[in-house]
């Protein structure tokens, strides 16, 4: 079994949604997350706050972050798929990291590994 870490820009969740439903993954978690990689986030109009008593420069872009746990057979097919319904070449269309899972269990039935996705 693997994690998938994806972060995507909002308007891409609902296609990201479709892609997990279609490989028949069993769940996601979903998050709104702020944060910046090699655009560096907002230059044109950089904010200084105060968060917790320090100053800082909000220069942070809205992402989402989606976390799935799939067999490792379904891995590929819904990277590629991914990556054809969220890239527009241009820079901040997100990543996925990839996590290797010991094991899974469902609480309510105590079913390990794939059963319990």
């Avoid at 100053?55 to 799939?70: D, Q, S």
């Avoid at 527009?88 to 590994?113: L, M, P, Q, Y």
């Amino acid at each position: 079994m693997k994690e998938l870490e994806i972060i995507i820009r909002p308007e891409k969740l609902e296609d990201v949604k479709k892609v997990l439903d279609e490989a028949n993954c069993g769940g996601m978690t979903v998050a709104t997350i702020m944060g910046c990689g090699a655009q560096k986030g907002i230059v044109d109009e950089d904010v200084v706050r105060v968060i917790k008593g320090y100053k800082t420069t909000i220069n942070l872009l809205p992402k989402i972050k989606i976390e799935a746990v799939v067999p490792d057979e379904s891995v590929e097919d819904i990277i590629l798929k991914i990556q054809e319904k969220c890239s527009s070449d241009h820079v901040g269309d997100g990543k996925i990291f990839i996590h290797n899972i010991e094991e899974a269990i469902r609480i309510r039935t105590g079913e390990r590994g794939d059963k319990a996705l």
